[in-house]
């Protein structure tokens, strides 16, 4: 071996790098303990200062408090985000694949994506930094030991994880061969993959420190970290240009409020009339009525507050034992809204076009009711 040494500092002062000196010994049959041990001798040789000794049987430092509660900081975190990214994703595909038997409100889609971006923001950053922290920390004290509910919790993880994997990639083959894989199935199921194979990939990296010892690869965190964020600006985009801007989503939250209001007057309207006989000739005499006085937050407009349009087209007319009356009510709305993108309560008005809309109603009462 001195010989060995003398040879490993001969390449060192003459510049050779370590990866080419390895190389060179390996080729000549030395085993990779020897030449680790000959780049160690020359080393120290050198002047390198050997890392002190640990003694043999040296204590493990146990877990603390902080270690528990960071570990379940960090899971509670890690939860939010596969949460939120798989609703974002299940979300996305939603809407960029509509399903042609019926698909899921557009309003409460909207909701929910836009609750898991809010959940992202938060918790993703917030959970990166966790393994940061849990990660430094155990590298810098290598004999502190593991709290043991952090470790089954890894393992349940891990686990949940392959089994989620496992399970998908089932589904998808099952779909194919029943010729069910539709564009928006196959989304889906990709994105709960990808969620998946990052998961089992971090904590498979962090057993490997934790548990063996052994640091990550280099790059191989940042690797994760940077897929996990590409994934999650990927869907912010994507939902900024398929489900519009936060200011689309409260213009679109105004104009359902506004149909909810028009269709709650119309209510109040209809009312009035059984009770009196007669449609009343303005908001004014309605609202002036004691009981349709709570309905006056439904004649105004939610931004402007000005009372909405109103008009009788056909005043109260016996018919047989019916009596029947026409009016209008009018509203300006900022945008569009189909039947699917309407808000629930949104009546006559669950579809409407931009701009000014009106819309033309019958009350029918008993004619022995409204004497």
């Not at 080419?20 to 020897?34: C, D, M, N, R």
């Not at 209008?328 to 076009?353: I, V, Y």
Request: charged residues 20%; glycine residues 10%; hydrophobic residues 50%.
């Amino acid at each position: 071996m001195d010989a060995l040494t003398a040879y490993v500092g001969e390449r060192l002062r003459a510049g050779a790098a370590h990866g080419q000196i390895e190389g060179e010994l390996a080729l000549l049959g030395w085993s990779p303990e020897q030449i680790r041990q000959a780049l160690r001798d020359a080393l120290i040789e050198r002047g390198a200062p050997p890392a002190p000794a640990r003694a043999a049987d040296a204590t493990p430092q146990p877990s603390t408090a902080l270690d528990v509660g960071m570990s379940l900081f960090g899971f509670a975190l890690l939860a939010i985000v596969v949460y939120a990214l798989t609703h974002l994703g299940f979300g996305l595909a939603d809407i960029a694949f509509p399903d042609a038997l019926g698909g899921a409100d557009k309003r409460v889609l909207s909701g929910t994506i836009h609750r898991a971006m809010a959940s992202l923001l938060v918790a993703l950053p917030g959970y990166a930094l966790a393994m940061r922290w849990w990660f430094a920390r155990y590298r810098l004290s290598a004999v502190r030991r593991e709290p043991a509910l952090t470790r089954w919790l890894t393992y349940g993880v891990l686990l949940g994880a392959s089994l989620a994997t496992i399970g998908d990639l089932i589904a998808v083959v099952y779909a194919l061969l029943q010729g069910e894989a539709s564009a928006r199935f196959v989304a889906k199921a990709s994105w709960l993959l990808v969620l998946a194979m990052l998961v089992v990939a971090l904590y498979g990296l962090e057993r490997r420190q934790l548990q063996y010892g052994h640091a990550p690869p280099r790059g191989a965190l940042a690797t994760i970290g940077a897929v996990a964020l590409l994934l999650a600006l990927a869907g912010f985009g994507l939902v900024l240009q398929l489900a519009g801007t936060p200011s689309l989503a409260r213009a679109q939250a105004l104009d359902a409020e506004r149909a909810a209001r028009l269709t709650r007057l119309a209510g109040c309207i209809a009312r009035y009339a059984r009770d009196g006989g007669e449609l009343p000739g303005s908001l004014d005499t309605l609202l002036g009525s004691v009981r349709e006085a709570s309905c006056a937050g439904a004649a105004r407009d939610p931004v402007t507050q000005r009372a909405f349009g109103y008009r009788v087209l056909a005043p109260m007319r016996d018919h047989g034992a019916w009596r029947d009356g026409r009016f209008e009510l009018c509203a300006d709305f900022d945008f569009a809204a189909s039947t699917a993108s309407a808000g629930p309560g949104s009546g006559p008005w669950q579809r409407h076009g931009a701009g000014r809309e009106c819309r033309a109603l019958t009350v029918r009462v008993h004619a022995a009711a409204s004497r």
